[in-house]
């Protein structure tokens, strides 16, 4: 008895549940109509507002940091004086540029609009004009305005050719030009930007329209400056990229932009650039490097740099909240050309491969919950949402690209629902009253 009771055949496997394919094809069907309501909240913008807080925090991490650019240089403006009240007279201008051109820098912008005549005397106009004349390159800024009566723009101002819509570019019906005396000659770029709620600044424009044509930035002005561009052989795609090229059509830069014409900027922590020094000292070091003292700054590291010039003082209003802490608008200005120099740019990831990822997550997990249950869809899912929250931050931390979090909670969440209401759906009342 003993061995025929150890012969005994075990017992078949229980069969799968009828309905078992039904729910897994339910599941999936479920999934995929969310998968596609997430991806829709995704590519109309409805989720944009908790993805750039979120974007802002990733900008934030201070890990790898870059250094600071080697091409740039800033003098700031961080002190204005009681003797010494703001606007300043073209004379200190003229002080600080020629301490600065002896030592061969790739051009100097100024980031402030120079456009009244000078507050002290007129004739401090026509000395600053001959040390602009001497120096090599000198960008200034001008302030686009909606009046409708609009000066002659300067001829080195430069326009752009374009293709694609404008409507959304910002636009203005003229502009305060630098004054005539000493910008008549030099490149001139358009200063506006449009801060955020609460004074935040995440994207930069980089293009206006003024008086029917296309015109520059201060920002790709300078940048146009530095790199040999020339605006006239460039061109823009509005809602993709600038194409910058040379005089002889070379690429030097693909910069992205929106339909609003503006880029965002990839902040980095600390300064924008190695060399920095607040502007009465340059004056010093400049004074101080002819009598054959060591300064604390070597001016003669300025050569081949570009220099920036604009305030920086406690004093200035205009101070805009970024990722990286508060900036005054020349920071957040050089942050922006380095964005470009670096090629450092924020990408998306591409739609077409986003949604893919979220097909499969969703119709995979969607089945997976049906077929492994509940318990351990939950678990699979937790995973599956700390491994896109990992790769999100490695993403763009390392390569810059923003792998979307609120869709994919939005999308992981989903899933889950789904998933359990196939496997709680009473299929037999359905089969009941096909019957």
């Known amino acids: 008895m003993d061995a025929a009771a150890s012969t005994v055949p075990p017992a078949p496997p229980e069969p799968p549940h009828p309905h078992h394919k039904r729910r897994g094809a339910l599941a999936a069907g479920l999934a995929l109509l969310w998968t596609i309501f997430a991806l829709l909240a995704q590519f109309s913008g ?21 250094p600071p650019s080697t091409q740039l240089a800033l003098v700031a403006i961080d002190n204005i004086p009681d003797d010494r009240p703001w606007p300043w007279s073209r004379l200190d201008y003229s002080l600080g540029l020629r301490a600065l051109i002896d030592y061969a820098p790739q051009s100097v912008v100024f980031n402030m609009n ?40 300067p001829p080195s101002l430069g326009t752009i050719p374009y293709q694609g819509s404008r409507r959304r570019v910002a636009r203005f019906g003229s502009a305060i030009w630098p004054l005539v005396t000493f910008a008549g000659k030099s490149p001139v770029g358009v200063n506006n930007v449009q801060a955020e709620d609460e004074m935040k600044l995440r994207r930069i424009p980089l293009i206006f329209f003024l008086d029917q044509k296309m015109v520059p930035s201060l920002v790709l002005q300078a940048t146009a400056q530095f790199l040999g ?17 040379s005089k002889d059509g ?15 900027v990839r902040y980095q922590w600390g300064p924008a ?12 070091y400049d ?44 920071e957040v200005e050089m942050q922006a050309e380095r964005t470009i120099l670096d090629q450092d740019y924020v990408r998306p990831l591409p739609p077409m491969i986003l949604a893919v990822l ?48 609120p869709s994919f909670a939005m999308l992981i969440f989903g899933v889950y629902v789904m998933g359990l209401l196939a496997i709680v759906w009473d299929l ?3 089969a009941g009253q096909d019957e």
């Open 114 to 153: 120079l456009n009244d005549r000078d507050p002290s005397y007129t004739s401090f106009d026509d000395i600053f004009s001959h040390i602009v004349d001497r120096a090599n390159i000198v960008v200034f800024s001008a302030t686009g305005t909606t009046s409708a009566e609009s000066g002659a723009p």
């Open 46 to 66: 409805a989720l944009d507002e908790f993805e750039e807080t979120l974007l802002d925090w990733r900008q934030s991490l201070a890990a790898w940091p870059e």
């Open 229 to 245: 561009g020339d605006l006239s052989t460039s061109d823009v795609q509005v809602g993709r990229a600038i194409f910058l090229r």
């Open 250 to 264: 070379r690429l030097l830069r693909t910069i992205p932009i929106d339909d609003e014409g503006r880029m965002r």
């Open 358 to 405: 979220y097909l499969l997550v969703g119709i995979g997990g969607a089945s997976l919950i049906v077929r492994i249950g509940p318990i351990h869809g939950t678990a699979l899912l937790a995973v599956t949402a700390a491994f896109w929250f990992e790769s999100a931050v490695l993403a763009f931390r390392i390569y810059n690209v923003i792998l979307p979090l």
């Open 428 to 430: 037999d009342a359905e």
């Open 287 to 330: 004074d101080e490097l002819q009598q054959g003292i060591k300064p604390a700054q070597d001016p003669r590291d300025l050569v081949g740099r570009q220099v920036w010039i604009g305030r920086t003082d406690p004093a200035l209003l205009e101070r805009f909240h970024t990722p990286v802490g508060t900036l005054s608008l020349v």
């Open 273 to 284: 650039a190695s060399w920095q020094a607040s502007f009465d000292n340059t004056i010093v």
